[in-house]
């Protein structure tokens, strides 16, 4: 595996944008043969720009073979709990915004569950003016930290009052602590809301339920490890990873990335949240 040359620039953002946002993040990559790649739900929203293109391809797996759907190249997305594939095309020069979990209804009126799986234009969330501005700051910028620059800007221009609710960023402290809660009861038991309203209020801000939210945790968790085993066996990353047993582990796996752990160790690429698109998996 041989990973192409590419310039990539990343920083956390100065407060208070820190406490909605992980990361902001610019690449830049020299032309490579086009492909495709399935992207892994990561368990956070995005803001993406296609700068090499003002457009956004998506492909969908169907009976009569690969339907390519489009939508414009600078787009919002929730929470994602299914895979997506894209060509390589799309990702020649990018830039965007790694929120944390629920950060995005700090810049959009809408509730995070209605951005869940959806790739949202940027221009039906912020006004359109605003994202052409954001657009040409980027192509104009010298250098990928000025491109962050601009990004910072945009997102403190866009900026809501507000803050998340208090019940919500405990639960997902905890569910991000080392030794984080998997069950519902393990923070209702503590907070002053009743289990129903709770799920009620962390569905809408980060996007799933925080059953889901935290076999998002697990799925990555098992991700992150995959991408760097060597010689480790399937069924020890399943039990290190929490799962009941392998067969627990292969069917989580196959249901947020719609491939079997033997496919996702054959087509690994430089980032572990992409995958070479294999239209048939190996035995």
Not at 16 to 23: A, G, K, N, Q, S
Not at 26 to 32: D, F, K, Y
Not at 168 to 188: C, E, N, Q, Y
């Amino acid at each position: 595996m041989r990973p192409w040359p590419m310039l990539f620039a990343h920083r956390r953002p100065a407060p208070p944008l820190d406490c909605f946002v992980e990361l902001l993040w610019a690449c830049r990559g020299e032309p490579r043969p086009r492909g495709l790649e399935r992207v892994l739900p990561m368990g956070a929203p995005q803001l993406v720009v296609n700068l090499t293109e003002d457009e956004t391809r998506t492909y969908r797996e169907t009976a009569g073979g690969l339907v390519c759907s489009t939508t414009a190249g600078s787009i919002l997305t929730g929470i994602t709990t299914r895979a997506q594939i894209i060509d390589t095309d799309e990702q020649a020069y990018t830039a965007g915004v790694a929120f944390r979990p629920g950060g995005t209804t700090a810049f959009a009126a809408l509730p995070g569950v209605e951005l869940t799986d959806v790739d949202a234009p940027l221009d039906a969330v912020w006004s359109p003016r605003a994202v052409t501005r954001l657009r040409q700051r980027m192509l104009e910028a010298p250098t990928l930290e000025s491109m962050l620059d601009a990004l910072e800007v945009a997102l403190c221009e866009t900026l809501r009052p507000g803050r998340r609710h208090p019940a919500v960023a405990f639960a997902l402290d905890r569910f991000a602590a080392p030794d984080g809660m998997a069950r519902v009861s393990d923070v209702t038991d503590v907070i002053a809301l009743s289990p129903k309203r709770f799920i009620e209020r962390f569905r809408a801000e980060v996007g799933v339920t925080p059953k889901r939210y935290c076999r998002l945790l697990r799925f990555q968790a098992a991700v992150t490890r995959a991408h760097r085993m060597n010689g480790e066996a399937w069924a020890d990353l399943a039990a290190a990873c929490g799962y009941f047993d392998q067969a627990h582990f292969i069917h989580d796996f196959r249901e947020f990335s719609g491939m079997t752990p033997g496919a996702y160790e054959a087509g690994r690429t430089p980032f572990q949240n992409h995958v070479t698109f294999l239209q048939s998996e190996p035995a």
